[in-house]
């Protein structure tokens, strides 16, 4: 009930008196004020006005179940959501989640990660009240040589809502990174899956994005950005899960449909800021530089060689930089 009033506040630019909320849920007065109670002490701020009613004045960046339910509006991608203040990994709970049964779609979230994975067993910065750590859980009943392709649907999702909600122009660097203009990484995606050989139990794709972090370990500050840092202001949380929920839903409705990229990679090309440069591909002990043309609908990467040759370069052991930096 609490994130169906939040929506119902958020939705209303006027004072929604006390008997509509009761009459509409069918609640007491009583319950309708305490969760009004909840909704302040959680940073809410909520005018309650004698003969009038109650009015949503402002929502800070608040992460919780109730907001982040109340702000998504999609058919399946995230309409569950399991929220943590702190976990060990929300790869690793939703991986939970997948063992227990829980719906296609689920959306695990957490404010802090103490054991947050990055791809190729490195950590992933985690700290807490700064940026989005997520992972939906999947189901997909396609076989699993194609569960690669679903990352990038994330990249997809997560570029189209950064945009949607910032106005930033950030892009995607193959396979799956989120960068900005500047060519800093903004956000990580990792894909793991749980499968027999023809079968899929189920996928589980986790996304952090850097959303108001200032401060990065010596480590990665000189790689890693935010959207605070480029933007120059902080960005609800909340909204911005909401609007990668909504093109992530839409990215895989449609990959479902034929099973590959080929109704996406037209998008994602749009996006890809390798496209159209010089790129060094990382093969294991042998680099060679290319020119990056885009992807193809299995989501390998073609390039051009010097010699005019035409290259498919597949992910997971190679990796591309760009010949002056990392785009
Ligand atoms: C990368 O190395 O680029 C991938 C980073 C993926 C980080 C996210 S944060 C949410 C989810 N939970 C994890 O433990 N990792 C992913």
Redesign the pocket.
């Known amino acids: 009930m609490k994130s169906e009033i939040l929506r119902l506040l958020k939705s209303s630019d006027t004072y929604l008196s006390g008997q509509q909320i009761c009459e509409q849920f069918q609640v007491s007065r009583t319950a309708v004020w305490k969760v009004m109670e909840q909704l302040k002490k959680e940073g809410y701020q909520i005018e309650a006005v004698r003969n009038k009613g109650y009015r949503l004045v402002d929502s800070p960046d608040v992460m919780s179940k109730a907001e982040i339910e109340s702000l998504i509006s999609t058919k399946w991608a995230g309409r569950h959501v399991v929220y943590y203040g702190e976990t060990d990994?929300?790869?690793?709970r939703a991986k939970e989640q997948g063992e227990r049964g829980a719906e296609h779609g689920t959306l695990v979230i957490a404010d802090k990660?103490n054991a947050?994975?990055?791809?190729r067993g490195?950590s992933?910065e985690?700290p807490q009240g700064t940026s989005i750590?997520?992972?939906i859980l999947l189901r997909p009943g396609i076989m699993p040589v194609k569960a690669p392709q679903m990352t990038l649907l994330m990249a997809i999702a997560a570029t189209q809502g950064i945009r949607r909600v910032t106005g930033l122009e950030a892009g995607i660097k193959w396979p799956n990174?989120i960068v900005s203009l500047t060519g800093k990484k903004l956000c990580?995606?990792?894909t793991e899956m749980s499968a027999e050989i023809d079968y899929i139990n189920y996928v589980v794709i986790?996304?952090?994005v850097n959303v108001n972090q200032e401060l990065f370990s010596q480590e990665i500050k000189e790689r890693a950005t935010s959207l605070c840092l480029e933007l120059g202001h902080k960005v609800q949380r909340s909204q911005l899960i909401a609007a990668i929920m909504e093109s992530f839903e839409k990215c895989y409705d449609k990959f479902m449909e034929t099973e590959d990229l080929s109704g996406l990679m037209e998008e994602y090309n749009s996006l890809l800021v390798n496209r159209g440069r010089e790129v060094k591909v990382l093969e294991p002990g042998h680099e060679y530089e290319a020119f990056a043309m885009g992807i193809n609908e299995t989501g390998e990467l073609i390039v051009k060689t010097a010699d005019g040759q035409e290259k498919n370069i597949f992910a997971g052991e190679v990796s591309v930089r760009g010949v002056y930096g990392y785009v």
């Open positions: 990994s929300t790869n690793t990660q947050g994975k990055g791809r490195r992933w985690s750590y997520m992972t990174d990580g995606i990792l986790g996304i952090g």
